[in-house]
């Protein structure tokens, strides 16, 4: 009788687990959908930038503007000196998976690989938050997500989708006291995004209070596995430049407009000059600074959020990696850098979920706006 009473109990904990995954992966289509017939209203309703959008205005072609086309090139013919800046976890991947299915056609493999991964982050994203917190707020959490204004990176080409999967995964391995996995994790993510490097500190902070709960001193090194991440980089930039520091110098304002330093916060200043001033709002770029503050301010807002509930490791996560941004010297798709910082959905959810995805409600419409324009070749971050 207890054991089949335990194999029922298995069974409808795995039948539970199907659901949720279920109800995540028609959210996911859902959401895909709607991006897909918002992006199809543009194509004939906005006008083509010209100087950044690929020339035959095919539909398909919004899919390779900007850095998706970068990690397409380095996938198809390796690294120079100023890729070097995007790091090789997602180029790589497309180009193992464009070998094992035998297929040449590697903007379609990236754009796959890319939704596999946002999904299995909306899983991942899901399963910690609630772990963390509880079942209200994970849901809460993984819509904020994907309705957040600049989503539009989770669903093309780009790194963000492969960072968040193995940045979720990492945290939620260490609070599993899975250390050797969430270090593998913490690994890919170092390998994928710079901000990835700063992985280690939260994952250590979660080893050592492990450590000191269970008096367990030798498992959680594991944790150290994330430094092969960075490691690696360097190890194959030497290998393919003859430089390990090759994502370093390629940065410069000739190439990428980066150098440590206080210049992000002077562009947040002149942003601040422009919305409030209404100085320089004619010219094309105009919806750049208000993109940039809301960024900014999501990221602080979030930050409060997790220092008042004390959330440490996902606190040191958000800090340190935006501190990473913030010294580079400029401000430069610091809205796709934001989506990286998954703790920030969380703690933002904790707080909302009273009110029922409205604030994901109010996203909306941003999220519609810079998938249109981006589609057109308009700069969106």
Same mark, same amino acid.
Request: proline content about 4%.
């Given at each position: 009788?207890?054991?089949?009473?335990?194999?029922?109990?298995?069974?409808?904990?795995?039948?539970?687990?199907?659901?949720?995954?279920?109800?995540?992966?028609?959210?996911?289509?859902?959401?895909?959908?709607?991006?897909?017939?918002?992006?199809?209203?543009?194509?004939?309703?906005?006008?083509?930038?010209?100087?950044?959008?690929?020339?035959?205005?095919?539909?398909?072609?919004?899919?390779?503007?900007?850095?998706?086309?970068?990690?397409?090139?380095?996938?198809?013919?390796?690294?120079?000196?100023?890729?070097?800046?995007?790091?090789?976890?997602?180029?790589?991947?497309?180009?193992?998976?464009?070998?094992?299915?035998?297929?040449?056609?590697?903007?379609?493999?990236?754009?796959?690989?890319?939704?596999?991964?946002?999904?299995?982050?909306?899983?991942?994203?899901?399963?910690? !938050?609630? @772990?963390? &917190?509880?079942?209200? #707020?994970? $849901?809460?959490?993984?819509?904020?997500?994907? %309705? =957040?204004?600049?989503?539009?990176?989770?669903?093309?080409?780009?790194?963000?989708?492969?960072?968040?999967?193995?940045?979720?995964?990492?945290?939620?391995?260490?609070?599993?006291?899975?250390?050797?996995?969430?270090?593998?994790?913490?690994?890919?993510?170092?390998?994928?995004?710079?901000?990835?490097?700063?992985?280690?500190?939260?994952?250590?902070?979660?080893?050592?209070?492990?450590?000191?709960?269970?008096?367990?001193?030798?498992?959680?090194?594991?944790?150290?596995?994330?430094?092969?991440?960075?490691?690696?980089?360097?190890?194959?930039?030497?290998?393919?430049?003859?430089?390990?520091? !090759?994502? @370093?110098? &390629?940065?410069?304002? #000739?190439? $990428?407009?980066?150098?440590?330093?206080?210049? %992000? =916060?002077?562009?947040?200043?002149?942003?601040?000059?422009?919305?409030?001033?209404?100085?320089?709002?004619?010219?094309?770029?105009?919806?750049?600074?208000?993109?940039?503050?809301?960024?900014?301010?999501?990221?602080?807002?979030?930050?409060?959020?997790?220092?008042?509930?004390?959330?440490?490791?996902?606190?040191?996560?958000?800090?340190?990696?935006?501190?990473?941004?913030?010294?580079?010297?400029?401000?430069?798709?610091?809205?796709?850098?934001?989506?990286?910082?998954?703790?920030?959905?969380?703690?933002?959810?904790?707080?909302?979920?009273?009110?029922?995805?409205?604030?994901?409600?109010?996203?909306?419409?941003?999220?519609?706006?810079?998938?249109?324009?981006?589609?057109?070749?308009?700069?969106?971050?």
């Amino acid at each position: 009788m207890p054991r089949t009473f335990l194999q029922r109990k298995k069974y409808l904990k795995l039948a539970q687990c199907l659901k949720v995954i279920g109800a995540i992966f028609l959210l996911f289509v859902g959401w895909r959908l709607a991006m897909i017939a918002v992006l199809y209203i543009a194509h004939f309703k906005i006008p083509l930038n010209d100087l950044a959008a690929k020339p035959t205005q095919d539909f398909w072609d919004f899919s390779q503007n900007y850095d998706a086309g970068n990690f397409i090139d380095i996938a198809r013919v390796g690294y120079n000196k100023v890729t070097a800046a995007f790091f090789p976890g997602f180029p790589l991947l497309i180009f193992a998976a464009a070998k094992l299915f035998h297929t040449t056609k590697l903007a379609v493999v990236s754009l796959v690989l890319a939704n596999i991964l946002t999904l299995g982050a909306m899983v991942q994203m899901y399963r910690y !938050a609630k @772990l963390t &917190s509880d079942d209200e #707020t994970a $849901w809460e959490s993984m819509v904020l997500m994907i %309705a =957040f204004p600049f989503s539009i990176f989770l669903a093309l080409g780009y790194s963000e989708p492969l960072f968040l999967f193995a940045a979720i995964s990492s945290f939620l391995m260490v609070k599993k006291g899975k250390f050797i996995e969430a270090g593998i994790f913490g690994a890919v993510a170092g390998a994928t995004r710079l901000v990835g490097t700063v992985l280690i500190i939260p994952l250590l902070i979660e080893a050592i209070i492990y450590a000191v709960k269970h008096r367990s001193y030798f498992r959680p090194l594991g944790v150290f596995l994330a430094l092969g991440g960075i490691i690696g980089v360097g190890l194959y930039y030497r290998h393919v430049l003859g430089d390990p520091l !090759a994502w @370093l110098h &390629s940065y410069g304002p #000739t190439t $990428w407009n980066r150098s440590i330093g206080l210049g %992000a =916060f002077y562009n947040l200043k002149s942003d601040l000059i422009i919305i409030f001033h209404k100085v320089n709002m004619n010219n094309d770029t105009f919806i750049l600074p208000w993109t940039e503050v809301f960024a900014v301010s999501f990221a602080l807002f979030g930050t409060i959020v997790l220092a008042f509930q004390k959330k440490w490791s996902e606190l040191v996560f958000v800090v340190l990696g935006m501190a990473v941004i913030l010294s580079s010297g400029s401000l430069v798709s610091i809205n796709r850098y934001v989506i990286s910082f998954f703790p920030l959905f969380i703690a933002t959810a904790s707080l909302t979920k009273k009110v029922k995805y409205l604030i994901a409600f109010l996203f909306l419409p941003l999220a519609g706006l810079y998938m249109a324009m981006f589609s057109k070749g308009w700069w969106v971050g």
